[in-house]
Nanobody
Framework: QVQLVESGGGLVQAGGSLRLSCAAS???????MGWFRQAPGKEREFVAA????????GYADSVKGRFTISRDNAKNLVYLQMNSLEPADTAVYYC?????????????????WGQGTQVTVSS
């Protein structure tokens, strides 16, 4: 069994930065770890993901060039560095673990989810 716990959310001004962390406990082997977000009244959307073994990264077009996903193998952590934040980035951000797949973007293929951390970007 895996537990994922996000942290690092908060309130930031537009143009600012935040770094989210996702800590995994229990079973930690993973093919893909991803970040998704969900804004009020909107569907959950893919943000970024990383293949744990290879380090291959993928990003949604809306965040490419602004967000960076990274991993710390020793600490079993995944980070989402968010720069140049915009009000449209306001959402609850979730980390997720896909144990068996290689697809980044499909939420249906992820097996475990964290509780989410709120990111609010003010103008």
């Amino acid at each position: 069994q895996v537990q994922l716990v996000e942290s690092g959310g908060g309130l930031v001004q537009a143009g600012g930065s935040l770094r989210l962390s996702c800590a995994a406990s229990g079973r930690t082997f993973s093919a893909v770890m991803g970040w998704f977000r969900q804004a009020p009244g909107k569907e959950r959307e893919f943000v970024a993901a990383i293949n744990w073994s290879t380090g291959t990264r993928g990003y949604a077009d809306s965040v490419k060039g602004r967000f960076t996903i990274s991993r710390d193998n020793a600490k079993n952590l995944v980070y989402l560095q968010m720069n140049s934040l915009e009000p449209a980035d306001t959402a609850v951000y979730y980390c997720a673990l896909n144990l068996g797949g290689s697809t980044f973007e499909s939420a249906y293929e992820y097996d475990y989810w964290g509780q989410g951390t709120q990111v609010t970007v003010s103008s």
